[in-house]
C-alpha cells in the first residue's frame, strides 16, 4: 500500500541540493569540502534508513516531485528492491567520501568540482532506486551518466576526454533506447508505474512482436551501464578516473543502476511467463554467459591493476542479471545477494588498488613484488576481496554464487551452473597471481618500512573487508534474509 510520505524525496533531493554546499568551501580547504560532503552523504543515508520501518511494515513511501504533462510524472516509490539498493549504495557512499578525503589530498586539483559531482551522483543512483516509473527510471538514469561524465574527465588529459567521450555516446544511446521504448509503452498504457508481475500483459495476445523488440530494446539501453557484451566498451576506459570515482562506477552507482534497471524490467514492467512466451529467455542467458566467460577471460590478459578490475566488473555484473534470468526463487535471490557482495568486495579492491597507486606509483600486477610487505594490511584487504569474488569460504561471495548454483538447478538450466563453475576458476587465475606476487615474490618492496595508505584511506578499506568476512560468517543473521524477502516480493505477483 502506497502512502504519500517526504522521505523519498528527501533521500534525492538532499544530496542534488546539499552538493552545492561543497561549492562554498575555499578550493584549497579539503578538510572542509570533504565535511560538508560527508554531511550532506550521511543525512541523505538517514532520509533513507528512515524508510526502513515503514517498508517493513508492507507501506510503499511515495513522493511525486514533478508532473510535466499527464504520464510525465516524475515518481518516486520505495518498494522492498528500491530500499535494498537504496540502502546499499547510500551506506557505501559514505565509505566513499571519507577515502576521497585521503586520496585527493595528493590530487588536489579541483577538487570543489569534483566532490560537487560526486554527491550529485549520489542524488541520481537515489533516483534509480526509488523510481517509480519508466519514466522516472530514465530521468535519474541519464542525470547519472550525466553526473558521473565530469568526473570521468577530471584529470584533463587527452586520454580522460577521449574516454569521457566513448562514455558518454555509450551511456546516451542507452538512454535512448530507454526513452523510446517507454514512449512506445506509454502510447499503449498511459501513466503506469512499477509493480511486481509487470503491467504488460495487457498486450501480449495482440502484440507480441511489439513486446519482444521493447523487451530487447530495454534490456539493451540498461545493459549499456550493464556492459552486457559488446556494449561494455566505455567501462575499462572510464578507469582513467580518480580511484574514488572508479571505486563507485564499478562498485556502486553506475554499473549497479544498469544490472537494477535490468530487473525492473524484467519483473515490474515484464515477468517471467512473459519473457518464457516470448522465446527470448535463453537468448539472455546466453548472452549474458559469453560476457561472465568473456570478460573473466579479457582479464586474465590485463597487466594493468585497475583494468583487471575493470574486466572482472563486466563479469561479476553478469552473475547478478543471470541470477534475475533463471526466473527462480534461488537463483533470484544469489543475483540479488552478489549486487551486495559484489559492491563490498570491489570497492574494497578498488580502494586498496588506489592505495597501491597513489603510495608506489605503480599501476603494473608484474611491478607489485614484494609490495604485501610493505603495505600488508592493504594487501591483506585485497586478499579479501579477490578470494571472495573467486568464492572461498568464509568471505560473502560464496554465498551468492552457492546460491546462484542451486538456482541455476532449481530452474532446470544446469549448463549455467557450469558457466559460474568455469568463471569462477577464471576469477582464481586473475586474482591469485596478484595476491601470489604481493607476497611470495621478491621484487622492489623487501624492507618493510610500515608505510600504509593515509588513516582516511586506510580505515574504510578495512572496515570494508572487514565487513566482507562478516557478511559470509553470519550471513544466515543478516544478507541471506534481506535477500530472501526481498525476491519473495519480486516473485509473488
Known sequence: MTTVSVLPALAVLVPGLGAFLALLAPESSLKRITFYS????????????????????GLIPESKLLALLPGFELT?????????????????????????HGYMAGHGSRLKRFYFYYIISMSATMGVAFAGNLFTLYFFFEMLTLATYPLVIHSGTGEAHRSGTRYLIYCLSGGALIVLAWLILQTYLPGVFFQPGGYTAPLFEENQLLLTVLLIVLVGGFGTKAAIMPLHAWLPGAMVAPTPVSALLHAVAVVKSGVFGIIRVLYFVYNPDIIRELNLEYYLLVLVSITIILASILALRQNMLKLRLAYSTIGQLGYITLGALLFSSLGLTGGLLHLLNHALLKITLFFCAGAVINETGITSINELKGVGRRMPLTMFCFTIGGLGLIGILPINGYISKLYLLQGAMESGKPLFAFVILASSLLNALYYLPIIINAFFREGDFKRPDGRESPPAMLV??????????????????????????????????
Open 38 to 57: 560527508l554531511l550532506v552523504t550521511l543525512t541523505g543515508f538517514g532520509s533513507v534508513a528512515l524508510m526502513v520501518p515503514l517498508v517493513m511494515e
Open 460 to 493: 574504510p578499506t578495512v572496515i570494508l573487508a572487514v565487513l566482507c568476512l562478516a557478511l559470509g560468517l553470519f550471513a544466515n543473521m543478516t544478507s541471506i534474509p534481506a535477500a530472501e524477502r526481498v525476491a519473495a516480493y519480486i516473485l509473488n505477483f
Open 76 to 100: 518516486l516509490r520505495v518498494d522492498l528492491p528500491g530500499l535494498y539498493f537504496g540502502l546499499m549504495s547510500s551506506s557505501l557512499w559514505l565509505f566513499a567520501v571519507i577515502y576521497s
